[in-house]
């Protein structure tokens, strides 16, 4: 059966499909998996819950975190083997002895060269990107890739299937890569070249709407996604959109399929669980997540149909969900978006923190971060600020000049107008700070006192409190032409404008646990036969903490790179653990028991 013929639905007799390798999950870590396998002649059939393809992958930025990786060799950028190690040693503590992560160093630039030599991957460096944190063993760059930008239409039909950007992020669904594409819609006012920039491409996507009814410029983890896609297809896997996973298979000790959509498919050499962890399952948020509780809720900026089923499969053929983390989830700053429906959405800061001209406050008024660093380091800020709050949050705020330039969160910068924000609630403003005070309900008199001491200082490019601009994570993020600092200056032109942020993330950090060829592991610390996890689902090798940018994206398809070589029972590079799984036979396969 084709891939086509697969996505167009299956017919009530076709209940049953044999194959090599199952995957269940279309993200970065499920389609890397299932591409490896069949580049090596294995026959993958990749089943996705949600109708359509990519996952949270397709709303990220695309990033992956691969240190010494080929671009960066090749850019002049050669660092010591033992640095990237000693940087995670440094932010990990002992974890960095798990090993996985030497398993991770190894595979990982081996991965980027096997995408870029035989599949449609097309990488682009990221050798100017910092890490998150300047301890031991730090790198200003040469330590990210992500995918280039990807013509939709080279997709055919199977555009339909691919999941568009994030729409409250997006322009009207058009994905805007980091970097000097996004420099040029902050810049279009400024500077003559960035405005032709952004008229063509405004032109060419209001051109892909009318003609594609979507954007066919594709940028970000949706270039990612759709770079896997096309190869996926290209080598015959079998793609079952609309098809979530119900319940494993098993003959005996060994995992050799599952139930997706109803359909039973048997799988002779092993099942990979790639379904991106649990960001939106309340059940396990309020067993791992300290800030919920009955008042205080989680909003992750994920994708919905990400409940945890991975988790629940894994534990319901034998395997263990870690419970030791630093932190459970990938932190970010979130504001809820009222749509029109009723419903609501949560949109990720990630940008405009860092830029000049805003300022964070807790409940109280004041100041508790450094607003450039990472967005997961800022909402452990907030935690660590205001421990035990029943209902923790924060508000982000900018001058007009700054929203206007730069936007604020859902509240888009000029040309569009504020009033639709201000008129939901999402926006609220003031002449002054005591005026904001009154629309935000913080107290006046502290938050006046907060913003005349942050400018004070930003005025001579300066930040006592928490060295904002100091790292060069932070200067990266601001804006380079604002001088001395980068990321600082007063808020100055009013009126004032504010939003309200709450706990989020972009992902969980606990999952499976597996080893270093991706195989789920029993208590005991046993193998499981036939099983295997990537991505979110895999718990992650740096132990609930956020080193770098990428730092999900790059594991999760490094492991799906590994797990598909050990299916295909091939060497995994400085890996001996790996042993030759046993296939099961058609036979077997036939006798499954369901779990």
């Known amino acids: 059966m084709t891939s086509e013929k697969a996505a167009e639905g299956m017919s009530g007799q076709d209940n049953v499909l044999v ?18 396998a069949a580049h090596h002649g294995l026959k993958v059939i990749l089943a996705e819950k949600d109708n359509q393809l990519g996952g949270t992958t397709a709303w990220s930025g695309g990033w992956l975190w691969i240190p010494r990786n080929p671009l960066a060799l090749e850019a002049g950028i050669v660092e010591d083997e033992d640095a990237p190690l000693q940087y995670l040693r440094s932010e990990t503590g002992n974890r960095a002895n798990d090993p996985r992560v030497s398993a991770f160093l190894a595979n990982g630039p081996e991965m980027v ?48 299937k691919l999941k568009p950007p994030l729409d409250i992020v997006s322009l009207a669904g058009m994905g805007i890569a980091s970097g000097s594409d996004l420099g040029h819609f902050f810049n279009a006012r400024r500077n003559p070249k960035s405005a032709l920039h952004v008229f063509r491409r405004l032109a060419r996507h209001g051109l892909d709407l009318l003609m594609h009814r979507r954007g066919m410029h594709l940028v970000n983890g949706n270039a990612l996604v759709a770079r896997l896609l096309r190869t996926a297809i290209d080598l015959d896997v079998t793609i079952l959109p609309g098809h979530p996973a119900e319940r494993i298979l098993r003959t005996y000790d060994r995992v050799t399929g599952a139930i997706c959509g109803g359909v039973e498919i048997h799988a002779r050499r092993g099942v990979v669980l790639a379904t991106g962890g649990f960001p939106h399952d309340s059940k396990r948020h309020g067993e791992m997540f300290e800030h919920v509780n009955e008042e205080s809720s989680h909003h992750s900026a994920a994708s919905a149909s990400n409940t945890g089923d991975g988790l629940r499969l894994g534990e319901s053929a034998g395997g263990t969900v870690s419970q030791d983390f630093f932190h459970a989830g990938a932190w970010s700053p979130v504001s809820l978006v009222p749509r029109k429906d009723g419903t609501t959405g949560n949109f990720p800061h990630l940008v405009e923190r860092a830029k000049p ?14 607003e450039a660093d990472s967005y997961h380091d800022f909402m452990s800020a907030l935690f660590a600020a205001y421990p035990g709050a029943t209902s923790p949050h924060a508000w982000l705020i900018a001058d007009h000049a700054a929203q206007r330039r730069f936007g604020l969160g859902w509240a888009k910068p000029f040309p569009f107008p504020l009033g639709p924000y201000r008129a939901c609630g999402y926006l609220k403003s003031g002449d002054s700070p005591q005026a904001l005070a009154r629309e935000t309900g913080l107290p006046a008199e502290t938050l006046a006192e907060t913003i005349a001491r942050f400018n004070f200082h930003a005025e001579k490019g300066e930040d006592p ?8 994570y932070n200067r990266i993020q601001g804006d380079p032409g604002n001088q001395p600092n980068p990321s600082l200056r007063p808020l100055e032109e009013g009126p004032l404008h504010a939003v309200r942020i709450v706990p989020g993330s972009l992902g969980t950090f606990a999952g499976l646990q597996t080893d270093e060829c991706a195989r789920v592991l029993e208590g005991n610390g046993k193998p499981i036969a036939g ?12 132990g609930g903490n956020y080193p770098a940018g990428g730092i999900t994206l790059g594991p999760a398809m490094t492991f799906g790179y590994i797990a598909a070589r050990v299916l295909a029972e091939l060497p995994v590079t400085g890996v001996t653990a790996c042993c030759v799984p046993q296939k099961a036979t058609d036979e077997e396969t036939m006798n499954d028991a369901v779990l």
């Open 465 to 472: 409190d928490f060295m904002r601009g100091r790292s060069a």
């Open 357 to 370: 001209g805003f300022i964070a406050v807790g409940p109280d008024g004041r100041r508790f971060v450094n």
């Open 113 to 160: 060269s096997f995408f870029r030599d035989h599949t449609e991957m097309e990488w682009l460096p990221g050798n100017s990107i910092p890490d998150f944190h300047e301890t031991p063993g730090s790198a200003k760059g040469g330590r990210s890739v992500t995918a280039a930008p990807y013509d939709g239409r080279k997709l055919g039909n199977w555009i339909e």
């Open 19 to 36: 194959c090599d390798v199952l995957v269940i999950g279309s993200g970065a870590g499920g389609l890397a998996t299932a591409v490896t």
């Open 531 to 542: 099983l295997f996890a990537a991505g979110n689902d895999m718990t992650s090798i740096f």
